[in-house]
């Protein structure tokens, strides 16, 4: 019995990991861009300040409390912004391969997923990471065994946190299987002529015996699954509107319209033009604000692909959820394919940033519906709901509601102006635990700056005026709580994981709170994070007569 464990074990050999080195890193005035490569995967989280790096060929704007991991040799550039020092602390990772065998196998020893990392990846959710690399640097050296075994704990917990982003996004093509490898290079290279040898090749199989094999991995044959993919991707053109039908043709792999047409009647049962006309219904909603929006349009989705199954409060004027079905946005892909084939969807509401957080994409998902590609951060809600509304043919419904909210906005604003409080400043804070967060033009900040004309901290107003609808939030510390003082101030208390706001209790007590002016004139609204931080069209329709009872202590119905 030794002898078949000891075997055993030595099939399921993983990479052994330590920490090998970590340091601190300072963006200041006199030191404004630090720059390094590193030969293993790296992890860096930033203690205070702000930045962006540059990496893998993209920047990633960051703040404290996000931190982003590294794949092994990429070259870095992190800039910290002007007046702002960046800290941030770099954990580098030995991952055990280097002189090992790194093959899947008895006595091989397989391959670490953070190897398997090629491009910098946000890790979302994590603010405490900065305080625990912290930690560790300032224990680098211990000098007791206990705080030696700390350390790996410490080291290992960091590990438990970092491995899914490694493993549920990232698998590079020269590691998936080899029937996975010819679907993904199917996938990516649809609109090209792709033979049946050549995906063979690929899987290693011979020509006879690879349809089957790819009809028994994707329920389809190589040439159904390659119809669907074109034909799909030419609904999401059709849907954008401006492509010819002989431009979208080509875009997807055929040689005109004529024949895009007949493919495409032969898959829908329709042809292009009738499908450009007609409503959709079954369709998908990648997260939940993009629900909200669908509802308010009338069309409660089949599926929600989310991390929470909450929408709502319930005075929020749009139907209740009901026939929904909930999918956890972190499933694999072939069972999130699975369930958009068996609810038969025929369009996903969704965001790319938000499925490539989740390991997901476009290309991957296409086969069982086509995505209507909505920006998140780069646009504001109206023009999300417009956008929506044109992809599943509901515009003449978001413009009514559309016109109706700017007649409630403008009411709202003629009010406030009456009351002499429309050229007053109001500060947005959202306390965190470990974070102070001043808010900008999204959330609650749209309905007090742009619905209401107040008028913003001027730290917070250069930030709307150079980055507009996708300004956000800003990092602030207790000693730039001043700058960001005002007449009036809304408190946004978020609680820790155990529901606790101490870190609140915290803030008040100190003499920075102390000291500002709306504090000390009691104009302070205490707010809770579910009343303000959801953005989406009904959300904002409530925010906004929620500020008007705030400021006026009256209920604001137009």
């Known amino acids: 019995m030794d002898q078949t464990f000891g075997s055993e074990w030595e099939k399921l050999r993983f990479p052994l990991y330590s920490a090998q080195r970590i340091r601190s890193v300072y963006c200041t005035a006199n030191t404004p861009v630090q720059k390094w490569k590193e030969a293993s995967p790296s992890l860096l989280a930033v203690r205070d300040g702000s930045g962006t790096l540059r990496a893998g060929g993209n920047a990633y704007d960051l703040g404290a409390g996000e931190a982003l991991l590294l794949p092994a040799e990429e070259a870095a550039e992190l800039r910290g912004d002007p007046g702002r020092p960046l800290h941030a602390y770099l954990l580098v990772i030995g991952t055990g391969m280097a002189g090992a065998a790194a093959v899947d196998g008895p006595g091989g020893l397989r391959p670490s997923s953070l190897d398997a990392v090629r491009q910098p990846r946000r890790i979302s959710g994590d603010a405490g990471l900065a305080s625990q690399l912290e930690e560790l640097f300032v224990h680098r050296l211990p000098r007791t065994e206990i ?6 704990l410490l080291f290992h917990q960091l590990l438990l946190r970092l491995l899914p982003h490694g493993q549920a996004k990232q698998a590079p093509d020269a590691e998936l299987p080899s029937m996975e490898r010819s679907v993904a290079y199917l996938e990516e290279r649809f609109a090209e002529e792709v033979t049946r040898e050549r995906l063979a090749e690929i899987a290693g199989v011979s020509a006879s015996h690879y349809t089957r094999l790819f009809k028994l991995h994707t329920g389809f044959t190589p040439s159904d699954y390659w119809s669907r993919l074109r034909i799909n991707r030419a609904k999401e053109l059709l849907l954008g509107g401006a492509d010819s039908l002989r431009d979208i043709a080509h875009k997807v792999g055929y040689k005109d319209e004529f024949y895009l047409s007949r493919r495409f009647k032969l898959q829908e049962g ?54 929904s079905r909930l999918i956890a946005a972190d499933e694999p892909p072939e069972t999130i394919r699975a369930a958009l084939l068996d609810s038969r969807i025929e369009l996903i509401v969704g965001a790319s940033p938000h499925l490539e957080r989740y390991g997901q994409s476009a290309s991957r998902l ?39 909210f700017d007649r409630e906005e403008r009411a709202a604003r003629e009010l406030v102006q009456a009351r002499g409080l429309a050229g007053q400043t109001v500060s947005i804070l959202v306390a965190k635990p470990g974070r102070l967060l001043a808010y900008g033009a999204r959330n609650a900040g749209y309905v007090f700056y742009r619905s209401l004309g107040m008028l913003p901290p001027p730290p917070v107003r250069e930030e709307m005026e150079r980055r507009i609808d996708q300004f956000h939030s800003m990092e602030v510390g207790l000693s730039e709580l001043g700058r960001c003082d005002g007449d009036r101030l809304l408190l946004i208390s978020v609680p820790d994981k155990h529901g606790s706001i101490g870190h609140v209790e915290e803030l008040l007590q100190s003499d920075a709170w102390r ?31 929620r500020a008007v009872q705030l400021l006026l202590g009256e209920p604001f119905r137009a």
């Open 147 to 152: 705080r030696h075994v700390q350390n790996q």
């Open 270 to 323: 329709r042809s292009p033009s009738e499908f450009r006309s007609r409503k959709v219904e079954r369709v998908a909603a990648w997260l939940a604000p993009y629900a909200v929006h669908l509802r308010l349009l009338g069309v409660e989705p089949e599926l929600l692909i989310a991390d929470s199954s909450e929408f709502l409060k319930p005075e929020a004027e749009v139907p209740a959820a009901g026939a």
């Open 366 to 404: 296409r086969v069982a519906a086509p995505l209507a590609d909505i920006p998140w951060m780069e646009i504001g809600w109206k023009d999300q709901l417009s956008l929506i509304a044109r992809a599943v043919q509901r515009t003449e419904r978001a413009d009514a509601w559309l016109e109706a």
């Open 515 to 545: 000291g500002l002016r709306a504090v000390q004139r009691q104009a302070v609204y205490r707010a809770e994070e579910d009343d303000w931080i959801p953005y989406n069209p009904v959300s904002i329709q409530l925010q906004l007569r």
